[in-house]
């Protein structure tokens, strides 16, 4: 059995240790925009997913930190206040209005959580493989985070066709059934 199998040593830990911070501010950024999203959507068939988006994805947030600690990573605050910065500079865009809210953003805000869901449940099939081999990684849990992205994903794809129908007009579903995006 190799050192990482029995929760020893693990190749790159700097590497890693960059990669789950990036996830792990991209996951402060992407609740920053979700919460943000509810308010805008309140009332509507919307906010009930959204809320539900926003539970998950505190709780994969607190997974990820708990598999860092596993793991002995360090958390580097810098990279979460910067994200929550930079979630808050993207209110401030050009978007062909200037003292309202376009409903243009509506659309960027659904294509771009559903961007991030799919980088997220990269990260978390990531983690699973190296569960395989270094058993501090719950590869169970990473295996259900991914289940829960796809999830999320399907529905993101299908509103962000909807929020994209109700401003250029056309149909809302997918052009295929291979198409989910």
């Not at 890693?16 to 509810?38: F, K, P």
């Not at 926003?54 to 958390?75: A, F, I, K, Y």
């Not at 209005?97 to 991030?116: C, G, K, N, Q």
């Amino acid at each position: 059995m190799s050192e990482s199998s029995t929760g020893g040593a693990l190749q790159n830990p700097d590497l890693l240790t960059v990669y789950c911070n990036d996830h792990l501010a991209a996951a402060t950024g992407g609740i920053e925009l979700v919460s943000r999203m509810i308010g805008r959507w309140r009332g509507t068939s919307y906010e009930q997913p959204l809320e539900q988006l926003l539970d998950e994805l505190r709780e994969e947030r607190s997974g990820l930190r708990s598999t860092m600690e596993s793991l002995g990573l360090p958390v580097r605050s810098y990279k979460l206040a910067a994200s929550w910065v930079a979630e808050k500079l993207s209110r401030v865009k050009l978007n062909g209005r200037l003292l309202s809210r376009s409903p243009l953003s509506d659309l960027v805000e659904f294509e771009f959580i559903a961007t991030a869901v799919l980088a997220k449940r990269a990260g978390f099939e990531t983690l699973r493989a190296l569960g395989e081999s270094d058993r501090r990684v719950d590869a169970t849990l990473m295996e259900r985070l991914i289940d829960q992205a796809d999830d999320q994903h399907e529905w993101l794809a299908e509103a962000r066709r909807e929020v994209a129908a109700g401003i250029f007009g056309g149909r809302s579903q997918a052009a295929s059934d291979a198409a989910d995006t």
